[in-house]
Structure formats: structure tokens, C-alpha cells
T-cell receptor, first 116, second 110 residues
Framework: GAVVSQHPSWVICKSGTSVKIECRSLDFQATTMFWYRQFPKQSLMLMATSNEGSKATYEQGVEKDKFLINHASLTLSTLTVTSAHPEDSSFYIC????????????FGPGTRLTVL | SQQGEEDPQALSIQEGENATMNCSYKTSINNLQWYRQNSGRGLVHLILIRSNEREKHSGRLRVTLDTSKKSSSLLITASRAADTASYFCATPLYGNKLVFGAGTILRVKS
């Protein structure tokens, strides 16, 4: 149980376009979802926390107008990278937890974004 | 900001040997978690140790926690080539946000 999927697994886009990444909890209701960013050979950096039905809380230094997060249902959160630039190229990972998962988060497989 | 720091940054061992990774953190915690990440993949939760526990085992994994030193170690015994991955410690902050350490890249040579 506790499976989280992400789609797409990789995406290549042109500079200036917007890209949407989906994060789904497949077998539990995710009351909270987290979005992380990871550069090569580095650790995960939390970008934002989203609770179902409310606005996302962004970490310091993360532009909320650049990285739009929507958590409209208990099984789906989306991250949209708007007007993407090459420096936005990164590995984006989501995680999710339900009410029953007090201490644990379950991670998606990640999405590799390359902006040309 | 990162809560934890890990050492070594990279570790290369032969199959069958043991691998030890260390993690230090800064603030008080109620638990510490270890994750594995295979190259270009998501994270897999390995083990969680609570602040009132000193040691925990799971298969070939052994985790220790020393809250007085704010440090934890992950020991993988009898390593296998399939253990090659990056290993991260993570500590929860308010709102159950996880803050990850810098990670240790483990390479097990067969």
C-alpha cells in the first residue's frame, strides 16, 4: 500500500513554456502533499507543502507565481512550472501522507524536467 | 536549509563488506528517518527511529540514534551490489515537513 505516482516521468520543453507535473496517491487519501526539487548529486530541497483544499505553503526563496501548486482533491496535486527557463531544469519529486501516516511520507518516482 | 549533515559524502566498498553512514542534525527531533534513492528515482523509506529509541534493526539495516550528540548512523551489513544508491537521513520539523541531510553516495563493487 501507500503508492504515489508521478506523471510524466520525464519532460523536455522549450524555454518560455509551462509544464505541469501530476502527483497522485493511488491507494490512500493524501491530506498533505509535498513538492521537492533535487539538483544532480544534491539533496532534496522542500519547495512547498500543500493541504487538500487550501493554498500551498511555499518555502523561503521559492516563487509561488513561478511554481503553481494545486491540491484540488485527496488524491491529486499538480505542480506547474510557468515560463520555464533552463535553470528550472531539475528533478522534481512529490511525496504524500494521509491522516493515518503520522510519521511517514511516501514518495513518487520523480519527474526529470529539462528546459532547452 | 538542511537540518542534517551526512558523512561520508561518498563511500565505495566491496560486496560483502559493511557500510556505515553517519548523520548529524541540529534541532530537537521526535524521530529520524533514513531513505534510499537509486539513481534518477524516487525515495524509498528504509527505517524510522524514534527519539526514545537508541537502536533499531530491519533486515541487514541497523540504525542507531544518539540524541545527546544529535547524531544517527546507518549500518548496512553484508552489502550487495544492489545496495548501490544514495542514502539520506531526514528529520521532521513543524507541519511534518521533512528536512533532508546532504546524503551519502554508496557504491558497492561486485
Amino acid at each position: 500500500g501507500a503508492v504515489v505516482s508521478q506523471h510524466p516521468s520525464w519532460v523536455i520543453c522549450k524555454s518560455g513554456t509551462s509544464v505541469k507535473i501530476e502527483c497522485r496517491s493511488l491507494d490512500f487519501q493524501a491530506t498533505t502533499m509535498f513538492w521537492y526539487r533535487q539538483f544532480p548529486k544534491q539533496s532534496l530541497m522542500l519547495m512547498a507543502t500543500s493541504n487538500e483544499g487550501s493554498k500551498a505553503t511555499y518555502e523561503q526563496g521559492v516563487e509561488k507565481d513561478k511554481f503553481l501548486i494545486n491540491h484540488a482533491s485527496l488524491t491529486l496535486s499538480t505542480l506547474t512550472v510557468t515560463s520555464a527557463h533552463p535553470e528550472d531544469s531539475s528533478f522534481y519529486i512529490c511525496s504524500a501522507r494521509g491522516r493515518e501516516h503520522y510519521n511517514e511520507q511516501f514518495f513518487g518516482p520523480g519527474t526529470r524536467l529539462t528546459v532547452l | 536549509s538542511q537540518q542534517g549533515e551526512e558523512d561520508p559524502q561518498a563511500l565505495s566498498i566491496q560486496e560483502g563488506e559493511n557500510a556505515t553512514m553517519n548523520c548529524s542534525y541540529k534541532t530537537s527531533i521526535n524521530n529520524l528517518q533514513w531513505y534510499r534513492q537509486n539513481s534518477g528515482r524516487g525515495l524509498v523509506h528504509l527505517i524510522l527511529i524514534r527519539s526514545n529509541e537508541r537502536e533499531k534493526h530491519s533486515g541487514r539495516l541497523r540504525v542507531t540514534l544518539d540524541t545527546s550528540k544529535k547524531s544517527s548512523s546507518l549500518l548496512i551489513t553484508a552489502s550487495r551490489a544492489a545496495d548501490t544508491a544514495s542514502y539520506f537521513c531526514a528529520t521532521p520539523l513543524y507541519g511534518n515537513k521533512l528536512v533532508f541531510g546532504a546524503g551519502t553516495i554508496l557504491r558497492v563493487k561486485s
